[in-house]
């Protein structure tokens, strides 16, 4: 119990200042009871739901250290509730269950499983979490101490006298000819529906010299590519299936994708996303996003081709293209809306490690216990 009690204090801490983070769980408790120990949404949560987003945000960095979410039945919950007024009383009851080798009830959602990257997560908003877990509840006071200790998390600004870069603008296709060979150049391809391809893109981060936050030296620090509103060099379509494509001249460095954002929620990959270095002079090609109306994002970084079509009327640029090299595992504090990581298959990791062990969890789809959703 004393494990997962501080694991979820330190998660608390972490999410505090996401804009549904920690800074709700004073609500946490009045949030609906009931017997399920609230399972992640796998998309952003509204910021009207601030104590939706709380837990949201807490048990997916719980499903980091290797937590699952575990559903009751409707009788053990009701029974739990009794005790949902004094923090310490739950705790107590609520240890036997934690501390069994095996999960005392369904498992809802597993420990993490790189669902973003090879799932079927779904960065949107999400209305409908209307279970806060027991476990939230059972350490709001806990949590409260401890983030109040922590102290408000602010994202990092420019430097006294150093003034804060406008974002890169990704590339028109009428700018094409005016492009500096001479310069960095990213290249990314996204595949999928309309709706899907105008909705979503990826924002990317230049990072300080030893891969941590964000640098400010003048220099632009992000730049987002995707959605209907960047401006693309190249637009196909086959069928139902679009393909939108994307350059941008980048200032050297080490770039992060950051964050998988929907419209204007952003899902902030502060704890655990890929990295690369590009010089001035190279040009890198991230891979084809594919955006899927069932949820996962996977970059496929199979065919170079691609980078060679869309760069053909650039031979330059097309004669020396290659794979952004990613390395996995590049973290930061966490601000946004939703947090979670992202890890590109095959790829190294920074310290070697991946965010977390990939378990295997079976997931029953008709459960014999009744389980409360409302």
């Known amino acids: 119990m004393a494990e997962h009690n501080d694991a979820l204090v330190d998660c608390a801490v972490a999410t505090r200042g996401l804009v549904n983070g920690s800074d709700a769980m004073g ?19 509204d910021n009207n739901e601030n104590r939706q987003g709380a837990a949201a945000n807490i048990e997916n960095c719980m499903a980091l250290k290797g937590w699952s979410v575990i559903g009751l039945t409707d009788d053990e919950g009701k029974a739990l509730e009794a005790w949902d007024d004094d923090p310490s009383l739950l705790r107590e009851q609520l240890a036997p269950l934690i501390e069994q080798p095996s999960a005392p009830g369904i498992v809802l959602r597993g420990p993490f499983a790189n669902e973003l990257a090879v799932g079927e997560f779904r ?11 027991l476990s939230c509840r059972a350490l709001e006071d806990l949590t409260e101490a401890a983030v109040e200790a922590a102290g408000e998390l602010k994202p990092p600004k420019p430097p006294k006298g150093v003034k804060a870069p406008k974002p890169v603008k990704a ?11 001479d ?89 655990g996303a890929p ?33 060679h079509d869309i760069l053909e009327p650039l031979p330059t640029l097309a004669e020396r293209v290659k794979f952004a090299a990613l390395t996995n595992g590049f973290t930061s504090d966490c601000f946004g809306s939703y947090a979670y ?29 009744d389980i409360e959703t409302e």
């Open 27 to 45: 609500a946490v408790t009045a949030a609906t009871g009931g017997g399920l120990l609230g399972a992640i949404v796998g998309g952003v949560i």
């Open 123 to 133: 960065v949107e908003e999400a209305g409908d979490l209307e279970e806060v877990s």
């Open 171 to 181: 590339t028109k296709e009428k700018d094409i000819a005016t492009i500096n060979t």
């Open 183 to 271: 310069k960095a150049q990213v290249v990314l391809s996204m595949l999928g529906g309309r709706t899907n391809l105008n909705m979503y893109s990826i924002t990317l981060q230049r990072l300080a010299d030893d891969g941590s936050e964000v640098v400010y030296d003048g220099a632009p620090t992000n730049v987002t590519l995707g959605g209907n509103l960047t401006p693309k060099i190249r637009k196909t379509r086959e069928g139902d299936i679009r393909r939108y494509d994307f350059l941008a001249e980048i200032p050297p460095g080490i770039w992060k994708i950051a964050a998988i954002n929907w419209s204007v929620y952003a899902a902030d990959l502060c704890f």
């Open 275 to 307: 990295a690369f270095a590009i010089q001035d002079g190279e040009t890198l090609f991230l891979g084809t996003l594919s955006v899927p109306e069932e949820g996962g994002y996977p970059l496929d970084q199979s065919d170079l081709g691609v980078a």
């Open 341 to 369: 990581a992202y890890e590109q298959p095959g790829a190294p990791f920074v310290d070697d490690q991946p965010a977390a062990d990939t378990l295997a969890v079976e997931v029953i789809d008709d459960p014999e216990p």
